[in-house]
């Protein structure tokens, strides 16, 4: 073998690796925005739970303790799950989730329009990683669940 054929085969190496990096990054675009897609669906039932939440506050009621130190339905960065974000503040505008030091600066945030990440420290607003897109649409369906069963059980 010459030395023109193994700069050969490293070269071409070297394209098919460059070639593998391209049809990665375009496959994790492609279910980054599927996901995206799929959190933004949700905009509707976001909405309503959100409009639901503010009557209850409204109405001068409590949301129920969930643990000593929580309020259930709201979303807290120690525990990151999904929840209201302005912990029984009036009016409360988004679902989400804070995502505190440990699991990153970005917290996640959804009302019936729009859906974006914000740091939690400069409040410069981004876009949402693909994990807590991920974690909020398998996990959205659970909260709107417990939380309409708690209004329709008469807020008790």
């Known amino acids: ?9 490293i070269r071409a190496a070297g394209q098919k690796k460059k070639e593998q990096e ?12 599927a996901a995206l897609e799929a959190v933004l ?3 509707p039932r976001v909405a309503e739970l959100i409009e639901l ?5 409204e109405a001068g009621l409590k949301f129920p303790k969930d643990g000593d130190r929580y309020r259930k339905f709201f979303s807290d960065g120690i525990r990151h799950k999904i929840g209201f974000m302005e912990h029984e503040k009036q009016p409360i505008r988004y679902i989400g989730i804070y995502n505190g030091g440990a699991c990153g600066p970005w917290d996640f945030y959804i009302d019936g329009s729009a859906g974006f990440a914000e740091h ?25 669940a417990e939380f309409l069963a708690w209004v329709d059980g008469g807020c008790l």
């Open 1 to 9: 073998m010459t030395q023109q054929d193994r700069i050969a085969i």
């Open 22 to 33: 391209a049809q990665k990054k375009e496959k994790d675009i492609e279910k980054y925005n």
């Open 120 to 144: 939690e420290k400069t409040k410069e607003r981004g876009k949402p990683d693909i994990y807590t897109l991920n974690k909020f649409q398998k996990d959205f369906s659970t909260f709107e």
């Open 41 to 43: 669906a949700l905009r």
């Open 53 to 57: 939440a503010n009557q209850v506050l």
